[in-house]
């Protein structure tokens, strides 16, 4: 399978906790993006990397988010001290440059 | 700030039937509009459309952008049970990094 691959599919986790989602990109893809996607509602961004850079990130994402994409390839995205409201499927996406991206699976979050 | 409408949210109707899909959109530097279907999981791309009035094609779906009333439309034809998901619009907008200004999306539901 050459698509978007996240891991894991579904993370369940008790408020407070910290987590880590890990997004691998298709493999010629320089563009790498974090969204979050509530019921009921399209898809919102969160962060982009070009290559290894970190070039943008929503006002959404608070200092308990913190993302990395070390070599310009996987990108991993932790969420620190866990609150209810972190509860939705989180997507990433890779495109190169301005083409169109493409979506993995989700990791589905769940905070109890 | 850019923003994304589509309506109707959400839509029933039965095999056989013609449905279209409306997204409009505001945003400060548009570059182009993507439909992308979202049935369980991953949204998938559907079409790309940069330039007014030129219609993209793919079996029964068909899209096209107008630029000067910033809208565009997703036309289903002889609609099939498995073409019940969410079709989500989404747009390139002021920000060059290729991120996705998402709608809420149209909930479509084909009954047999």
């Known amino acids: 399978d050459t698509g978007v691959s996240q891991d894991p599919r579904h993370k369940i986790t008790k408020r407070g906790q910290n987590v880590t989602f890990r997004c691998d990109p298709i493999?010629?893809?320089?563009?790498l993006y974090w969204y979050r996607q509530t019921l009921g509602q399209g898809p919102e961004f969160l962060t982009y990397f070009q290559n290894e850079a970190q070039l943008e990130k929503s006002r959404l994402l608070s200092d308990r988010f913190s993302a990395e994409r070390p070599k310009g390839s996987f990108s991993t995205l932790e969420i620190q001290r866990t609150e209810q409201g972190d509860s939705a499927m989180y997507l990433c996406?890779?495109?190169?440059?301005?083409?169109?991206?493409?979506f993995g699976q989700g990791t589905r979050l769940t905070v109890v | 700030e850019d923003k994304v409408v589509q309506s109707p949210l959400s839509l029933v109707v039965h095999e056989g039937d013609t449905v279209t899909l409306n997204c409009s959109y505001e945003?400060?530097?548009?570059?182009?509009l993507l439909w992308y279907k979202q049935e369980k999981k991953a949204p998938t791309f559907l079409f790309m459309l940069t330039s007014s009035g030129i219609e993209k094609k793919s079996g029964r779906l068909s899209s096209i952008l107008d630029k000067k009333e910033l809208f565009s439309i997703l036309n289903i034809t002889a609609t099939q049970t498995g073409d019940s998901a969410i079709y989500l619009c989404?747009?390139?907008?002021?920000?060059?990094?290729?991120?996705?200004?998402f709608g809420q999306g149209t909930t479509l539901q084909v009954k047999p």
């Open positions: 996406a890779s495109s190169f440059s301005n083409t169109e991206a493409f």
């Open positions: 989404a747009v390139h907008g002021s920000s060059n990094t290729g991120k996705l200004i």
């Open positions: 493999s010629e893809h320089n563009r």
């Open positions: 945003v400060t530097n548009f570059r182009s």
